[in-house]
């Protein structure tokens, strides 16, 4: 079945440091959810992307879809305390599927 | 406006014995979705509604785990002769229409002793 892979498992930054995660499936996308999990807490949406190639920006957040539709990307610059989290990708296989299949997360913290 | 709630928001209950989860989406959300989270994992799909019907339960790990929606609102997760593997927090989403963005409960932690 599909699978939809995330590195890294944990990144540890200083703040005021960049963070990138990185997800792939192992099937081509009809588009791709990332979300962020506060500890304790439950996921929130933060973006979709749906086009190959497509770049959307959310102030300090950049999301990427790959060229081929099978990974993406999230970039924060300059981290802050508050970016802590874990971050999922979750991956739509088909244009009317209701199935998403996340990721295992990338677990930030932030050193102040 | 009210997001999805959740309850109960703790279930501890002893192997063998019968849960039932519920979870009330944002009003007007005809797509409704069960995931299961254990500790450091992603969720994992169980079972998606489209208006009342079970539109894919691909998810749903065997024939102990039944999921309703009888008037394309409120939903209802069974669980039988509950194991211990079963533990986890049981999510639940809805949004506004297929494919649109999903909107979390708070969970239901349920632990099997």
């Known amino acids: 079945g599909q699978q939809v892979m995330q590195i890294p498992q944990y990144q540890h930054v200083q703040e005021g440091e960049d963070f990138t995660t990185y997800c792939n499936s192992s099937t081509t996308l009809s588009n791709i959810q990332w979300y962020k999990q506060r500890p304790g807490g439950h996921p929130v949406f933060l973006i979709q992307?749906?086009?190959?190639?497509e770049v959307k920006k959310q102030k300090r957040l950049t999301f990427q879809f790959g060229e081929a539709k099978k990974n993406s990307s999230l970039h924060i610059t300059a981290t802050q305390t508050t970016d802590v989290g874990t971050y999922f990708c979750a991956g739509r296989k088909d244009t009317n599927a209701g199935k998403s299949t996340f990721g295992d997360g990338t677990t930030l913290t932030v050193k102040p | 406006g009210a997001g999805v709630s959740q309850t109960p928001s703790n279930k501890v209950t002893e192997k063998g014995k019968y849960v039932e989860l519920r979870c009330d989406p944002i009003s007007g959300h005809t797509a409704l979705y069960w995931y299961r989270q254990s500790l450091g994992q992603g969720p994992e799909f169980l079972i998606y509604?489209?208006?009342?019907?079970?539109?894919?339960d691909s998810g749903l790990p065997n024939d102990r785990f039944f999921a309703v929606r009888p008037e394309g609102s409120v939903s209802t997760l069974k669980i039988q002769r509950t194991e211990r593997g079963d533990s986890a927090v049981y999510l639940c989403a809805s949004s506004r229409a297929n494919q649109e963005t999903q909107y979390f409960g708070p969970g239901t932690r349920l632990l099997v002793l």
């Open positions: 992307l749906v086009k190959s190639g």
């Open positions: 509604f489209q208006g009342t019907g079970a539109a894919d």
